[in-house]
């Protein structure tokens, strides 16, 4: 069975010698036995506590709560539950790097597609990337609740031709404008404009923002804070008080 002098034990867990020293002079880490000369000798037991407290330690617990935990009848069933919460928190701070490292990459991303470069440029690409996703869901379920309305249309129209009845098609023009109306204050609602020549983040009126002319990512507004006239860049605009 391998004996380990304190100096190997501290390389093996790599913590220092006198680390190894104060775990004994605290009764948590007692070697299994001394050499004739007096040396402290740790056995693979000993190694295997050594490395649960070293464990225990990085979770930031004091040296009196680790004593406690191992003079428990079933420290194992503590260790694994603290093993299991660790598990957890490292999972949520991966997802969060990950979430952070995705963000920057699209950063980046614009940046590279910006002609010129400058700190309010890098603002204005921020708050574009900071609601892309539920930007992008928001247009979807404009498009996809539009689809049963559009198919009404032409089955209403398809009806009067064929049979001469009319009032499928007036059945769909109130549908109509009751889908755009109920569609049309949750889109912009939820979403806002960025100015391109003072930077400034603003909602237009309903009315403003539904006669004017639109690219898929852009609409051509009266900017409320500079009255530049122009296409202004839409952004994510809901989840505000």
Known sequence: MSKYTTGELAK??????????????????IPSELSEGGRRLYSEEDLK???TICFLRELDLPIDAISQILKEEHPEKVISLLIQQQETVLSDEISEKQNKLEKLRELKSGLKSNETFSLESIGDIAVI???????KRLRLTSVL???????????????????????????????????GTIISKYYF??????CPECHAVFKPTMKNALWAKHTPSARKLTCTECGHIGFCVEAWGGDEK
Not at 16 to 27: A, H, L, M, S
Not at 149 to 172: H, K, M
Not at 189 to 194: A, G, S
């Open 129 to 135: 990337m900071q609601g892309k996703k539920k930007l």
């Open 145 to 179: 609740t539009g689809i049963p309305v559009t198919a009404l249309q032409w089955f209403s129209i398809i009806f009067w031709i064929i049979r001469g009845i009319w009032w499928p098609f007036v059945l769909w023009v109130i549908v109509a404008a009751a889908w």
């Open 12 to 29: 093996l867990c790599d913590v220092t010698v006198r680390t190894v020293q104060y775990y004994d002079t605290r009764g948590i880490l």
């Open 189 to 194: 609602k939820n979403v806002k404009y960025i």
């Open 49 to 51: 506590l050594m490395k």
